[in-house]
């Protein structure tokens, strides 16, 4: 079920981007907006441009 085609590698960068970026962006829009709403966009729109990165960065 490898829908983001990536290798290894590049899925242990982008899981590390994820769980960089989510907790601190969740913290600031949950301390500025009072909802918790914004968090799991904040983790697609993430876990995606994370995959991106991975594909530029990191050749097959």
Sequence with gaps: ?????LN??????A???VLVLVP???YF???Y???TLFIP???VVSAF??????????KA
């Design 1 to 5: 079920m490898n829908i983001m085609k």
């Design 8 to 13: 290894f590698r590049q899925s242990i960068f």
């Design 15 to 17: 899981v590390l981007f």
């Design 24 to 26: 601190s962006c969740g």
């Design 29 to 31: 829009t949950t301390l």
């Design 33 to 35: 907006s009072n909802s």
């Design 41 to 43: 966009i904040i983790a």
């Design 49 to 58: 441009v994370g995959s991106l990165i991975a594909k530029k960065i990191i």
